[in-house]
């Protein structure tokens, strides 16, 4: 069975103090929940997350980075290496968001070098890919998204698979408002599913558990949720408050 996951990429919001406060009180809000399949992550940005983790010892709540350099040190300035990160007790880090694509240049390329570094430091990765708003008025979506991940991933030997969860994000859902409907989630869902079989085996794309993300909210999460390929969300602006981001846990 694949697991369940509900993710919140906090992005470039939270302090420390914010950060603690929220862990502190998602951990009183899915405490009662049973969640037994369900793997509930949070991701503060890279200065909070010793605190995070500290904050969520003893509870269900994985702590992980949004994003991390590929090569081991060196003059990189600003940037997390995987051993830094692993130091502090990182397990998973988010790569390929659209933001870091946009905004920082993140290619294809660049992200299947960070790829390699994520197998090969033992870590795992939510890997997050999407079309844009053009590609989809064009019908290019498919095409766009399995060239995303075939850059990215296809180079990897079907055993690396274990360390890769996938989070389907269409741009043009992302912090708009505006969600794909659950259908259109399905559809690119099974799509995504059915280009690793054919690349790998059934074995593999069974157990590949593909995130959706793009305006996932209390209201819309069940019904995103129940389809049979959507096997949990990357939720943003709904992850900063307690009371949304658990309402979509339950939702899960
Ligand atoms: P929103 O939920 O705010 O649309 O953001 C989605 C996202 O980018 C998660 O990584």
Same mark, same amino acid.
């Given at each position: 069975m694949r697991a369940k996951i509900v993710a919140g990429n906090w992005k470039m919001n939270n302090d420390k103090d914010e950060s603690k406060e929220l862990i502190k009180d998602l951990k009183k809000a899915i405490k009662k929940e049973g969640l037994k399949n369900t793997r509930v992550i949070v991701a503060p940005t890279f200065v909070n997350l010793s605190s995070s983790i500290k904050a969520a010892r003893k509870s269900k709540i994985e702590v992980v980075a949004q994003n991390m350099h590929q090569s081991k040190n060196g003059a990189f300035t600003g940037e997390i290496s995987a051993d830094m990160? !692993?130091?502090i007790? =990182? !397990?998973?880090? =988010?790569?390929?968001?659209?933001?870091r694509r946009t905004y920082f240049n993140e290619t294809d390329v660049s992200l299947a070098a960070k790829v390699d570094a994520i197998i090969a430091n033992d870590l795992e990765t939510i890997f997050c890919f999407g079309e844009l708003l053009e590609d989809r008025k064009s019908e290019n979506h498919f095409a766009v998204v399995e060239s995303q991940i075939a850059n990215a991933l296809f180079h990897l030997e079907a055993d690396a698979w274990k360390s890769i969860v996938l989070a389907y994000e269409p741009v043009w859902a992302i912090g708009t408002g505006e969600t794909a409907s659950a259908e259109q989630a399905q559809e690119m869902h099974a799509f995504i599913r059915s280009t690793i079989e054919k690349k790998y085996s059934k074995k593999v794309s069974d157990k590949i558990s593909i995130l959706y993300g793009g305006s996932v909210k209390?209201?819309?999460?069940?019904?995103?949720?129940? !389809?049979?390929?959507?096997?949990?969300?990357?939720?943003?602006?709904a992850a900063l408050n307690v009371a949304d981001f658990t309402g979509i846990i339950k939702a899960i």
């Open positions: 990160l !692993k130091s007790g =990182i !397990k998973t880090v =988010i790569l390929g968001h659209s933001e209390p209201a819309n999460a069940k019904e995103i949720f129940s !389809k049979p390929d959507v096997d949990g969300g990357l939720i943003g602006g």
